[in-house]
């Protein structure tokens, strides 16, 4: 019964991550625009913040990468 339970978790898991990740390839994009917006204004308190994002949102897409 628990191995039964694990593969209902394990296969829920992988489908959130299979939903959640075009969800993050928008809000990469996003935050690539929102970069390019900055960095052609000189703006250099909002380009380390979009760097800071974009690297938040690079580690949430690897780790739904490892699940699916």
Not at 43 to 52: A, F, G, M, T, W
């Amino acid at each position: 019964m628990c191995i039964q339970v694990k593969y209902v978790m394990d296969v829920l898991r992988q489908n959130e991550a299979h939903e959640q990740l075009p969800v993050i390839r928008l809000e990469i994009d996003y935050e690539l625009v929102t970069l390019h917006d900055a960095m052609q204004t000189n703006d250099k308190v909002e380009i380390i913040k979009s760097k800071e994002r974009l690297e938040s949102l690079r580690q949430r897409w690897l780790n739904l990468k490892a699940i699916e």
